[in-house]
């Protein structure tokens, strides 16, 4: 069974900085995409910033410049760096990869979600 476990979620002021992370546990092959989207009240899921295997990101036009994402690929684990917080930054962030569960097939998993408040 396959999981993604986030953590590093919380309550940080406007212009802070937050780290959050993302470790894939599990019986799989190999991991293709990670990455992560948000979702604030009332508002559809977005993206924030995926990464190939090989570290080659795409970010949202909102976080650009502000968020940075990094893998181990030996720990499974993403990372996301969260500089210069925005109240408007606050949502439930999810953690997502695309993972091959054998040479042939590979699925999409998501994380339960963590809740970032940015407010003073």
């Known amino acids: 069974q396959v999981q993604l476990v986030e953590s590093g979620g919380g309550l940080v002021q406007p212009g802070g900085s937050l780290i959050l992370s993302c470790a894939a546990s599990?019986?799989?092959?190999?991991?293709?995409?990670m990455g992560w989207y948000r979702q604030a009240p009332g508002k559809q899921r977005e993206l924030v910033v995926t990464?190939?295997?090989?570290?080659?990101?795409t970010y949202g036009d909102s976080v650009m410049g502000r968020f940075t994402i990094s893998r181990d690929n030996v720990k499974n684990t993403v990372y996301l760096r969260m500089n210069s917080l925005k109240p408007e930054d606050t949502a439930v962030y999810f953690c997502?990869?695309?993972?091959?569960?054998?040479?042939?097939?590979?699925?999409?998993?998501w994380g339960q979600g963590t809740q970032v408040t940015v407010s003073s």
């Open positions: 990464s190939t295997r090989a570290g080659s990101a």
């Open positions: 599990g019986s799989f092959v190999s991991i293709n995409a």
């Open positions: 997502y990869a695309q993972i091959k569960i054998s040479i042939v097939r590979a699925n999409d998993y």
